[in-house]
């Protein structure tokens, strides 16, 4: 028995270019979807910024001359980086017997202003009367614990409200 050879069609390589062509499309709008810049997170970040930069303002307008505050750290790190320390401000020193590298208040503003930038989830709190932050959360992985890392300054106490001399 001998078989038909192959009938060709214009319709097979019209099939298989409009097959390519939907694959094309399909491919770029799943691509584009995902490239799309978050309009509602650049808000955030946006609105973040500015109210870092207006309590920042706030802070370096009110802030004593001499103060002292606790900084906790909590995150999934060694001991001596969670261990809660007290940091005294006079003038512009900073004194603290137990950390090597103390969290000032204006590091917190930094840390807060990079967080908004870089990272997936941030909410800053601030103090109501002096405006430094009182709480920044920062979660670089949403959903995982692990990512999560928390900046406390509790037990704020000014020493002296004195006059400060802005003139230099």
Known sequence: MQHRPWKKTKFQSTTLIAVVVLLLILFSLVGYYFVLPDVERAGQVEQLQADIVQQRERWNMSKPVAYRYVVQRECYCPDEVTAPYTVTVAGELATDATALNAIRIDDLFVIASNAASTSSQVDVQFDARFGYPTRITIDDLEGTR???????????????????DDTG
């Open 146 to 164: 692990a990512s999560v890392e928390v900046y406390r300054v509790r037990d704020f106490e000014v020493i002296d409200y004195g006059r400060r």
